[in-house]
Each structure stands twice: as structure tokens, then as C-alpha cells.
């Protein structure tokens, strides 16, 4: 499986902090791990590149699969997973070749109003292994449809400098 993904700040924070993240993705199907991702940050004069390939680290210290962000929220997509309770998510720490796993879990249901559309949305939320590995300020929120198909109409990480929101703009049918 493939994906790409653009994130791109606009109007009044553009101005100040322009955000302009790629991302793409190449993960196992079913069970969504990743196998490979090149993420390119470029956000107000912080530029980075972080790359993952299965095929060139060192396994023997990885514990978990990893199993990125974005290829988390793809799985909540899929047929097989949409409406679990939780989910694991093993980010990779470069900086020590091992995985970094915390929980997603079901929470609440929510109203979210996007330019696609209005959607009841189930929302998912770390457990608190997240914020102790990630720092007491950091956070994760995905929003995942509750329509069929479901569709992720939004993704919110608190970073060190404020809020990076990603929003559904438009669905292609």
C-alpha cells in the first residue's frame, strides 16, 4: 500500500510560520506496517528529512513493528480495523534504531466541521505512555468518520510551538 500526504499551513499563519510537511508511505497490508516512509519537514526556518526502510535498520532491535502516524490512521480506514477499541502505534526513534509503541484509544464521539463537510466522527486519543515518551506537551487526535466509507477528517499534534492541525478539504469520489 501506498499513501502521500501534504501538510500545509494557509491564511493569517502562513504569513509568520509556513508549514510545508510531505509525507509518503509505503506499508504491508493487512496489518498496515510500515515498511518504508520519507517525511520531509519543512516548517518556518526548521527543515528536516526523516527517513524509515525496513530494509536498511537494524530488526534485531526493533521490539514492535513500527506503525507510523499516518499509517495508523490509514488502518483505522480499512474495513478490518474501522471502530476498534485501540490501536498500536511504534514510531521509530532513529536516534536509537528501536520503536517507540504507545496506544491509541477510542474515546469520544464528536461533531467536526470541515470544508468538506460536517461528520460525527469517532475520536482517538494516546494513552499516557505517549506524553511520557513524547514529552508532557505533546499530544495526538485523530478523527475518524463514522460514514461508510470512513474518512479521516482530522489529525491534531501539539507541537513545542502550538497546535499542527490537519483538516479534510475536499473528498474526491
Known sequence: MFASFIIHSSGFVDTFYEVRDTTQIVASY???HTLEYDKRIHEGKYHS???????????????????????????????LYFSTDSVTVSLWDRKDSVSVPFRLYKKDKDIINSPAGT??????????????????ESD??????????????????????????????????
Not at 528529512?49 to 480506514?77: A, H, N, S, W
Not at 482517538?124 to 505512555?129: G, L
Not at 461508510?148 to 499534534?157: A, E, G, H, N, T
Request: hydrophobic share 35%; aromatic share 12%; net charge negative.
Open 140 to 173: 495526538l487526535v485523530i478523527w475518524i468518520s463514522e460514514s461508510i466509507p470512513p474518512l479521516p477528517v482530522q489529525m491534531q499534534i501539539r507541537l513545542k510551538y502550538g497546535p499542527l492541525v490537519c483538516v479534510l478539504r475536499k473528498v474526491i469520489p
Open 30 to 32: 493487512p496489518s498496515y
Open 119 to 136: 461528520y460525527p466522527t469517532l475520536v482517538y486519543k494516546p494513552d499516557k505512555d505517549f506524553r511520557e515518551v513524547f514529552e508532557n
Open 49 to 79: 528529512q526523516r527517513t524509515f526502510d525496513i530494509e536498511t535498520i537494524d530488526t534485531e532491535k526493533l521490539t514492535y513493528p513500527v506503525r507510523d502516524e499516518y499509517t495508523t490512521m490509514i488502518m483505522l480506514l480499512d474495513s
